[in-house]
């Protein structure tokens, strides 16, 4: 089998994640930050620590302005919603998936001005488009670092000098580069950054987070028990509780902990130059192929390691069954939530077949499957 659906959710997790989850089922499985016994006060700790690793993997000074949600969506939500109100102008991309487009749509229909900066056909953000577009009322600038599509990398330090020059929010998508690339939240200037934990940080799905840089307010999307001020009917204001009500996923925050320290142990650049490298492999290889688009700059060195192609004479759902079905690799194809990034390539409606690799993808499966493309593609033309 060759799964090359990382950018969807990567797989294998390092057995150090499944232990974690193994080890606090078996071992603590008790609530955090409500009771005083020691199982209770374990449980407080398996999630401080991953705040901390996190703090380590991002460059936060303080874990605990790292609030954990469900994954980027509920992370994007809240500090869209949370932030904007209507008046106010937010600024996003051509490149955008929907967990952000569609937030930005439903604030739009409330009032909120949107502008949608136009990518380059390769999936490329102009920073100086952005800075054209701010004026007085614009409040946010709402990006992902790098494309669920075809792989294209914002540059999003030219983009955090130019939103902190202008006192605008810069919040960063990072559902698609945390954990396969460095990024340091406060060299690069970003104000608000949502991960999910289930991609490149290796952990299981259904965790992720939103860093929020210290003095920024956000409106909670829910209230309820945090542990703390239980005296109080009101939401605490304090920093993490104020965004998580209600029992977290402690399991999953055990396994992303895990997940975020086998990264770091094996290094985010080590993990980078061996993704270039597969990537170029894969593009490169596609590319040879007769009859074969591949979308996105031809250079590695600007993407994550997501590869968009399609052939000739077969729909992209087609070349996903026959992947499937007949070579055993496993990919996905469509317009993977991003209908706005496929009209930005040229590839809308019908979509594309991507490739997604991730942190255990060897040279031999990228090999295997350009040599099923290369197959399936050739068949079809004999057909
Ligand atoms: C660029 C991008 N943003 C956001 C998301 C949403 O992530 P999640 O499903 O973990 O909420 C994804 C998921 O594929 C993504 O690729």
């Known amino acids: 089998m060759i799964y090359l659906d990382n950018a969807a959710t990567s797989r294998p997790k390092p057995p150090e994640v499944l232990q974690a989850m193994n080890d606090f089922m078996n071992d603590v499985c008790a609530n955090s930050g409500r009771s005083g ?10 999630v401080y620590e991953t705040r901390e690793s996190i703090a380590h993997l991002f460059n936060i ?47 739009e229909s409330c009032g909120v001005e949107l502008t949608v ?21 614009t409040k946010m600038v709402a990006i992902n670092h790098g494309s669920n599509v075809i792989g294209s990398l914002a540059p999003i330090r030219e983009i955090g000098n130019i939103t902190r020059k202008h006192g605008v929010l810069f919040l ?64 605490p204001e304090l920093m993490p509780d104020v965004y998580e009500s209600g029992t977290l996923n402690l399991v999953g925050i055990a396994g992303l902990g895990a997940g975020v320290r086998y990264i770091m142990n094996d290094g985010v650049e080590n993990i980078r130059v061996r993704e270039v490298k597969l990537t170029q492999r894969m593009i490169d290889g596609l ?8 979308y996105g700059h031809p250079d590695a060195n600007l993407r994550v390691g997501v590869i968009s192609f399609n052939t000739e004479n077969i729909s992209p759902s087609k070349v996903g069954l026959i992947l499937d079905e007949d070579y055993d690799i496993m990919c996905r ?34 090999n295997a499957a350009v040599d099923a493309v290369k197959e399936l593609s050739r068949q079809s033309k004999n057909k």
């Open 61 to 107: 000074s303080n874990p605990l302005q790292i609030i954990f949600t469900m994954n980027a969506t509920e992370s994007l939500n809240l500090a869209l919603h949370g932030i904007l109100k209507p008046g106010d102008h937010v600024i996003t991309s051509s490149m955008e998936h929907n967990s952000v487009m569609r937030p930005l749509r439903f604030l």
């Open 287 to 294: 590319r040879e192929i007769p009859g074969v688009d591949v």
């Open 172 to 235: 960063l998508d990072t559902a698609q580069t945390a954990g396969a690339l460095p990024i340091d939240m406060n060299d690069m200037k970003i104000d608000l950054l949502a991960f999910t934990g289930h991609k490149s940080l290796c952990g299981p799905p259904g965790i992720g987070g939103l860093c929020i840089r210290e003095d920024i307010k956000i409106k909670p999307l829910k209230q309820g028990g945090t542990g703390s001020r239980s005296e109080e009917e009101y939401q």
């Open 37 to 46: 016994h020691h199982l209770a006060i374990q449980a407080s700790r398996v």
């Open 117 to 137: 900066v136009k990518c380059s056909q390769d999936g490329f953000l102009d920073a100086h488009d952005i800075e054209n577009f701010i004026k007085e009322n």
């Open 333 to 366: 194809v469509g317009l993977h939530c991003a209908p706005i990034a496929h009209k930005t390539i040229g590839t809308f409606p019908d979509g594309t077949v991507r490739f997604g690799l991730g942190t255990f993808t060897t040279q031999q499966e990228v």
